[in-house]
T-cell receptor, first 112, second 115 residues
Framework: QKEVEQNSGPLSVPEGAIASLNCTYSDRGSQSFFWYRQYSGKSPELIMF????GDKEDGRFTAQLNKASQYVSLLIRDSQPSDSATYLC????????????FGSGTKLNVKP | GAVVSQHPSRVICKSGTSVKIECRSL??????MFWYRQFPKQSLMLMAT?????????EQGVEKDKFLINHASLTLSTLTVTSAHPEDSSFYIC???????????FGQGTRLTVV
């Protein structure tokens, strides 16, 4: 499986701060990029996706993509304790039968 | 988001038996479904990808004769773990998407324990 890398953390931030989560990928042909959140023992749930270079904002979340650097990040503004979870970066790869590959996830702890 | 239903959520089976897991897209037609396995504190490992009406494409190292995948309709895919062994115990998760370059939605997952 093509590599998708994330810092495993844990990343600890105080409530109200900005959390910054990073992801790098090895396949330059990667087309689409997704951020999922996974609570312990549960399935991942989609936060947002990004296809084009630059920033994409959705509420408190901003995804940033830099294809030249093969880097995608997720910023969470005004972090809440309920944001504490593992954040998974997923990359869509392939030219005919596109597949999703996941990073190992970054565990985020938001302290009250 | 779209709803993907996975059943059962938990199953315990004896070593040597087979277990079938169902994945259904409830409110959209899933042209592609993915099956993942997740061991404790590890990430999701893609096992196979299937398109409706086609044979599944398995990732390297995944035994196609052990993990049988059927994607017979646009709303249903099944994963059968044959001749299960304790090392097959894991969290199995399906996801489904309508078309390329769109997000995939996940089922609730199935926790399989082989005793």
């Amino acid at each position: 499986q093509k590599e998708v890398e994330q810092n495993s953390g844990p990343l600890s931030v105080p409530e109200g701060a900005i959390a910054s989560l990073n992801c790098t990928y090895s396949d330059r042909g990667s087309q689409s990029f997704f951020w999922y959140r996974q609570y312990s023992g549960k399935s991942p749930e989609l936060i947002m996706f990004i296809y084009s270079n630059g920033d994409k904002e959705d509420g408190r979340f901003t995804a940033q993509l830099n294809k030249a650097s093969q880097y995608v990040s997720l910023l969470i503004r005004d972090s809440q304790p309920s944001d504490s979870a593992t954040y998974l970066c997923a990359v869509e790869q392939g030219y005919n039968f596109n597949k999703f590959y996941f990073g190992s996830g970054t565990k985020l702890n938001v302290k009250p | 988001g779209a709803v993907v239903s996975q059943h059962p959520s938990r199953v315990i089976c004896k070593s040597g038996t087979s277990v079938k897991i169902e994945c259904r897209s409830l409110d959209f037609q899933a042209t592609t479904m993915f099956w993942y396995r997740q061991f404790p504190k590890q990430s999701l490992m893609l096992m196979a990808t299937s398109n409706e009406g086609s044979k599944a494409t398995y990732e390297q190292g995944v035994e196609k004769d052990k993990f049988l995948i059927n994607h017979a309709s646009l709303t249903l895919s099944t994963l059968t773990v044959t001749s299960a062994h304790p090392e097959d115990s894991s969290f199995y998760i399906c996801s489904a998407r309508h078309r390329m370059n769109t997000e995939a939605f996940f089922g609730q997952g199935t926790r399989l324990t082989v005793v």
